[in-house]
T-cell receptor
Framework: TQLLEQSPQFLSIQEGENLTVYCNSSSVFSSLQWYRQEPGEGPVLLVTVVTGGEVKKLKRLTFQFGDARKDSSLHITAAQTGDTGLYLC?????????????FGTGTRLTIIP | NAGVMQNPRHLVRRRGQEARLRCSPM?????VYWYRQLPEEGLKFMVY????????ESGMPKERFSAEFPKEGPSILRIQQVVRGDSAAYFC?????????????FGSGTRLTVV
């Protein structure tokens, strides 16, 4: 059973456009993290959200945690070719921290120059 | 301050051989996690270790796989008698403490190919 579903699975858009990636679950998570993974490398942490309704901004990236802490979204404004990569959401279910992560299915983003 | 170091980056083994994957966590990090990523899939949790202790091995296959994190030296993920289905990228992550989770630092992974 896949606890975290990401959509879309693949996304290819022109440079300069905006996009949103979704991460959905029927389970509640104590925190949710977003990672970006380049080919041949490990995931790199972008952000951690822990409070329902929380919004965090990282330059052109905006992350939101759902009010019920079951879902999250990543919005990119004015996409650049450097944004190309695999975006992974990952949830943690424990309130104690340092527990295993459940990763989403991933969204492979391609930005076309 | 070096990040999480994994070696080797690439490992080729014949069916039936043993594979040993090493992970040195970031300095000051005492928690190590191993994840496996199959082609075109997300990461799947395997095992969580602290120094000399296995905390959670619920994602480890029951046979042929073992992990350790000794008092001195790197964490080792050991796969005995490898089969083609073991071919995957294996990632190690580390974190500093058992409190609120600020996120993990991942290594670059070991890509295991079983031929």
């Amino acid at each position: 059973t896949q606890l975290l579903e990401q959509s879309p699975q693949f996304l290819s858009i022109q440079e300069g456009e905006n996009l949103t990636v979704y991460c959905n679950s029927s389970s509640v998570f104590s925190s949710l993290q977003w990672y970006r993974q380049e080919p041949g490398e490990g995931p790199v942490l972008l952000v951690t959200v822990v409070t329902g309704g929380e919004v965090k901004k990282l330059k052109r990236l905006t992350f939101q945690f759902g009010d019920a802490r079951k879902d999250s979204s990543l919005h990119i404004t004015a996409a650049q070719t450097g944004d190309t990569g695999l975006y992974l959401c990952a949830g943690e279910r424990s309130n104690f921290g340092n527990e295993k992560l459940t990763f989403g299915t991933g969204t492979r983003l391609t930005i076309i120059p | 301050n070096a990040g999480v170091m994994q070696n080797p980056r690439h490992l080729v083994r014949r069916r039936g051989q043993e594979a040993r994957l090493r992970c040195s966590p970031m300095k000051g990090h005492s928690h190590v996690y191993w994840y496996r990523q199959l082609p075109e899939e997300g990461l799947k949790f395997m095992v969580y270790l602290q120094k000399e202790n296995i905390i959670d091995e619920s994602g480890m296959p029951k046979e042929r796989f073992s992990a350790e994190f000794p008092k001195e030296g790197p964490s080792i993920l050991r796969i005995q008698q490898v089969v083609r289905g073991d071919s995957a990228a294996y990632f190690c992550a580390s974190s500093p403490r058992r409190e609120y989770n600020y996120g993990y630092t991942f290594g670059s992974g070991t890509r295991l190919t079983v031929v």
